[in-house]
């Protein structure tokens, strides 16, 4: 039986911050809705200390941003965004469009279509959110939008000069300086994925990104020292960033909370990642690697990275993750920054029904039907009228009767159908 060494925050406080967060959300939507851009730009004076003339950076603005980048700094974000674009165009090499003659003179089909015009938020409040141009901008070009604009929050004052360089080599078309408000309608940057939640239904939303989350399965093949530095190098994102290890050797499980202290007193981003570690925190020693398996698709983390002697077991077993780092040569921080995959990926236990941001998320898959032979039409018609009379939809059953009177020649009259 799974056995919790550390526990995190109560469930009942988790609950109540999130319904802080919900009605911080509904009330800055209504102020939207109500007054539009003059809320918008109270807001972002509100939350962002931020009123320029325009939010759009002009041309101009967008090359004097990049200017101030360090050309390492231009060379690294070429190098990431070129391993995103090469997986995220390997990953739509695998959607190919299907047509298929299902019944003879019966095709059907369906066609992959990139969706017009799409909106990418960059994060930059506790950290320029760099890579995350990269993820969403670069993988909706690859994927064939048209149109794509980019936003991000000032960052001491101004653009970000790294994140407007990103957005504008991965091919973003419109830029603006502005932080979540302008991005998902009105809210501060605490609150992007609860207002994503509300305006789902007014604009598609890729998926409701919400505080980092990291899992380490280990077993004593490797040390406390490299599983502590993997927990907290996620949870300093942010002081509701869980981490969680799960384990099948007490003393591993032990040594890491050990190490956990150590590095915590000697981390720069301590403050965030120890407050995270403090309240979200969770050591759990498991029997067996079976054990290990059910209580890792519990938790449905978004990052799982595995080390254990065969991490295939885990890659065979797991169903419920966003994305697994197997072995100790591979971390989530490859995954974030640079190794090609997307860090955009299901918070809170999403990773049970949905995967993570990739090219397919910015492309509609279209079906279609084509009816070839007055035969088939007849056919498929006197079925479909049936099941439209067991439901009771006679205006249905009419629409295939017309078809088995006009292709079938048979007289069906619509009183037929109702009996």
């Known amino acids: 039986m799974p056995r919790w060494l550390k526990r995190g925050m109560d ?5 109540a911050a999130d319904a802080k967060v919900r009605e911080t959300v509904e009330g800055i939507l209504a102020q939207v809705d109500e007054r539009k851009d003059t809320a918008i730009r109270e807001l972002s004076e509100k939350f962002d200390k931020w009123s320029p003339k325009d939010f759009r950076l002009t041309p101009q603005e967008i090359e004097r941003a990049i200017a101030q980048v360090p050309k390492r700094d231009l060379d690294d974000i070429k190098f990431a965004q070129a391993q995103v674009r090469n997986f995220a165009q390997k990953q739509r090499e695998t959607m190919h469009d299907l047509e ?3 019944l003879p003179g019966v095709v059907l089909g369906h066609r992959h279509i990139p969706v017009n015009s799409i909106g990418c938020y960059v994060p930059g409040g506790r950290y ?7 993820m969403s901008i670069v993988t909706a070009k690859v994927a064939g939008v048209k149109r794509i604009i980019a936003c991000a929050p000032p960052f001491k004052g101004g653009p970000h000069p790294a994140i407007v360089a990103a957005m504008h080599f991965g091919g973003a078309d419109d830029i603006y300086v502005l932080g979540g408000v302008q991005a998902v309608a009105a809210m501060a940057l605490a609150y992007v994925a609860e207002a994503k939640r509300q305006l789902f239904g007014r604009v598609g939303i890729d998926l409701l990104a919400g505080p980092t989350e990291t899992l ?8 406390g020292e490299i599983c502590a530095t993997d927990l907290l190098g996620q949870a300093e994102h942010g002081p509701t960033s869980p981490a969680v290890l799960i384990t099948n050797s007490e003393k591993l499980a032990r040594d890491t909370m050990k190490e956990v202290e150590r590095l915590l007193s000697i981390l720069p981003t301590a403050d965030a990642a120890g407050q995270a570690w403090k309240d979200f925190g969770e050591v759990i020693v498991c029997d067996n690697e079976a054990e290990m398996i059910a209580e890792a698709d519990r938790v449905a983390s978004e990052h799982v990275q595995v080390m254990t002697r065969d991490p295939d077991v885990f890659l065979n077993g797991m169903k419920n993750y966003g994305s697994l780092f197997l072995g100790p040569r591979t971390n989530v921080a490859y995954g974030d920054k640079v190794i090609g995959t997307n860090h955009t990926l299901p918070t809170k236990k999403a990773a049970r029904y949905t995967g993570g ?15 070839l032979t007055d035969e088939a039409s007849a056919m498929i018609g006197e079925y479909c009228s049936r099941l439209c009379v067991l439901e009771g939809f006679l205006g249905h ?4 009767n017309i078809r088995v009177r006009r292709y079938g020649g048979r007289n069906v009259p619509y009183a037929q159908a109702a009996e």
């Not at 469930?11 to 609950?15: H, P, Q, S, V, W």
């Not at 059953?397 to 295939?400: K, L, V």
């Open 397 to 400: 059953a009419e629409q295939a």
């Open 216 to 223: 380490i399965i280990a077993d004593d093949s490797v040390d």
């Open 11 to 15: 469930a009942g406080a988790i609950k």
């Open 357 to 371: 941001l990739w090219v397919g998320k910015f492309m509609k898959t279209c079906t279609y039907q084509k009816v």
């Open 128 to 134: 320029p959110m760099v890579a995350s141009a990269h």
């Open 100 to 102: 298929v003659e299902t």
